[in-house]
């Protein structure tokens, strides 16, 4: 940080980039199929690890102007898989069943969701047996509906139900279920038998037998068969029934602590039937607890929603300047993230906040449409991440909007840096959430002391007690994610309760972290009217701040910088590739290739790939300090 360039000093600006031409995504798009099935090798054979050719613009330096280097190759020359690009990037093929959206997006193996089940199956029995119960019994879980839009025949695009798609992979079926059998771990999948009418509207189906192998799963059946198939897997056998008791039906139920929504069960005409054998009380438990920690396949398919969305991000970063509309930055990520990344679905709404609206934690909603005129002096907080495959990411970048820090907006960038630096050195197994949210707070509230704000000679933990840290950070470090942005499992029995400290209880988990968890790490310091206004009407609080210093930073907004971090044994892997430094962030801006020839901040231990032929490689980004 120290050798940072002069924040004052104008960064050149890039050339606008035509788009891409319209023709010739059509015709790329046209010939790439949703589904390519294959069969042979064990998934190992997509471990791979093949070294990427370093994009070549060396001799450049900070502060000259550069030709823009395209984050991601235009459309037209992207490779198309599979043969060609495999065998150009050295790579084994691919020979097993898996989800892609063509050319190089990455290619999902169904094995995943096979691996999900037999975790869950394997927690079951674990619990059932402790717990003195049966081995046999039904997991049925039924997936997401299509829906239309208020009273009318519009269809919103389907995005499959979250603890379904875990476990079944079938993100493109609505209206299907899904069934485990215990204890063996027999798959048996539902889909809709369609009519003529939904043939013709909606184009022919796959049958049964493709339908199965494009899943993975055991068995395909229609849901009309379903009633018979329950009734069959719980009759009673002979002779079992007087060690285990009758055969269960494991359906799911269970509250969402983000959303306070609960989990609804399957439902069919006549499940009623099954009423005594019905259990709520295994499966909602088991699957959330098994959704919290990720498998190394979840985290190979998070790696490239977190990288589509970073280089998204970078293409946002170089392109933003005044006098452009905050939507234009939203509607720029989605085009990137979808055109080179497969992404149909954002994981969450875009927050593009420029000048006093990064104040406003969940802005770029309905109320508050991303609709500012972008103005020379402004930060800008852009909080967007695309999904893959029904996979989240959530990534936040702050920088000014024409390229150049003041000194005071320079100043909070750092210290949520400091704060985002701090939290990844500490994070491994074992850590508390709750005392990495307050090392992050103690960081800030640092840094505003360095810039005058708060009083220097005032000790930071007389600070935290008087809950100084949730005025200027007034929401949790970070949050579980995964299928979901606000993934579950944050406050499952028997894991640390939430704290009624301002700040703290705003925490989505307060676990003890595990191993394989991915979380956000997303410290942030706002400059939000009301609470400051609060703060210096309460003497417990006021008495920190150094009088007028606060009025020249209201009005800014705030910065966050967000990334996606994974637990490892022994530390963690930020999956998050985005420029951070301030000098990555004015390089960038000055139309700098990204990722860099160094890596002038390995403190953030991000982990550098690339894609090859729709998989991740790693990339070669050696440390910049010797
Ligand atoms: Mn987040």
């Not at 069934?179 to 798959?187: C, M, N, Q, V, W």
């Not at 505003?448 to 005025?471: H, K, N, R, S, V």
């Not at 963690?572 to 430094?581: F, G, K, M, Q, Y």
């Amino acid at each position: 940080m120290a050798d940072t360039p002069n924040p004052t000093r104008p960064r050149p600006r890039p050339r606008p980039r035509p788009l891409l031409s319209v023709r010739s995504a059509l015709a790329a798009a046209a010939a790439a199929a949703s589904f390519l099935l294959l069969r042979s090798c064990p998934p190992a054979a997509a471990a791979l690890a093949s070294p990427h050719p370093q994009n070549p613009a060396k001799g450049t330096k900070p502060g000259r102007r550069m030709a823009p280097t395209p984050a991601m190759p235009p459309l037209a020359d992207r490779r198309s898989v599979p043969a060609a690009a495999e065998a150009a990037a050295g790579l084994a093929p691919i020979d097993f069943p898996y989800f892609s959206l063509g050319l190089d997006t990455y290619r999902v193996p169904a094995e995943l969701h096979r691996e999900n089940r037999q975790r869950l199956v394997g927690r079951m029995l674990a619990s059932s047996s402790s717990a003195g119960g049966e081995g046999r019994g039904l997991v049925l879980l039924e997936g997401g509906k299509q829906t239309t839009r208020y009273d009318t025949d519009h269809e919103p695009v389907f995005r499959q139900e979250s603890y379904f798609h875990w476990a079944f992979g079938m993100a493109d079926a609505p209206d299907a279920y899904g069934a485990i059998s215990l204890p063996g771990g027999r798959t048996t999948v539902f889909v809709p038998r369609r009519s003529l009418d939904y043939t013709i509207v909606c184009g022919a189906v796959p049958d049964l037998d493709q339908v199965r192998d494009q899943y993975g799963v055991d068995e395909a059946r229609y849901v009309d068969e379903l009633p018979a198939f329950v009734d069959e897997e719980l009759r009673e056998v002979d002779g079992s029934e007087e060690e285990e008791g009758p055969p269960r039906l494991h359906l799911l139920r269970g509250l969402n602590t983000d959303s306070g929504n609960m989990a609804i069960p399957a439902r069919y005409d006549g499940i009623s039937a099954h009423a005594d054998r019905r259990d709520f009380d295994l499966l909602f438990p088991s699957i959330a607890e098994c959704r919290v920690r990720k498998t190394a396949l979840e985290v190979g398919l998070m790696r490239y929603t977190h990288w589509v969305s970073c280089m998204a991000h970078v293409e946002v970063m170089r392109t933003c300047r005044p006098g452009m509309m905050e939507y234009q930055l939203e509607s720029l990520f989605q085009h990137h993230t979808y055109t080179h990344g497969g992404c149909r679905h954002m994981s969450y709404t875009c927050i593009c906040a420029c000048g006093p609206n990064p104040a406003v934690l969940h802005y770029g909603h309905g109320g508050r449409p991303n609709n500012r005129l972008l103005e020379p002096g402004d930060m800008a907080l852009l909080d967007m991440g695309a999904e893959y495959h029904c996979y989240a990411s959530d990534i936040t970048c702050s920088y000014p909007v024409d390229g150049t820090f003041t000194p005071d907006q320079r100043a909070v960038y750092e210290a949520v840096l400091e704060a985002q630096v701090e939290v990844i050195r500490r994070m491994r197994p074992a850590a508390s959430w709750t005392e990495m949210h307050r090392a992050a707070e103690r960081c800030i509230l640092r840094g505003l002391q360095g810039a005058g704000i708060l009083a220097a000679d005032a000790d930071i933990e007389d600070m935290i007690a008087a809950d100084l840290g949730a005025i200027f950070m007034p929401h949790g470090l970070g949050h579980l994610i995964g299928l979901d942005t606000h993934d579950v499992g944050g406050y499952a029995e028997g894991t640390p309760p939430r704290s009624e400290r301002p700040g703290l209880s705003k925490l989505r988990t307060a676990r003890i972290l595990e191993a394989g968890m991915v979380l956000t790490v997303e410290p942030g310091c706002y400059f939000i009217d009301p609470l400051l206004d609060l703060a210096l009407a309460d003497p417990r609080q006021a008495k920190f701040f150094v009088p007028g210093r606060l009025d020249d930073f209201r009005g800014m907004g705030g910065v966050r910088l967000e990334d996606g971090v994974l637990v490892t044994e022994d530390g963690c892997e930020n999956l998050t590739v985005a420029p951070r430094a301030v000098e990555e962030v004015l390089d960038v801006m000055g139309g700098r290739q990204w990722p860099p020839e160094r890596d002038v901040m390995p403190e953030l231990k991000r982990n550098w790939v690339s894609r090859e032929a729709g998989r991740m490689v790693p990339i070669d980004v050696p440390p910049a300090k010797a």
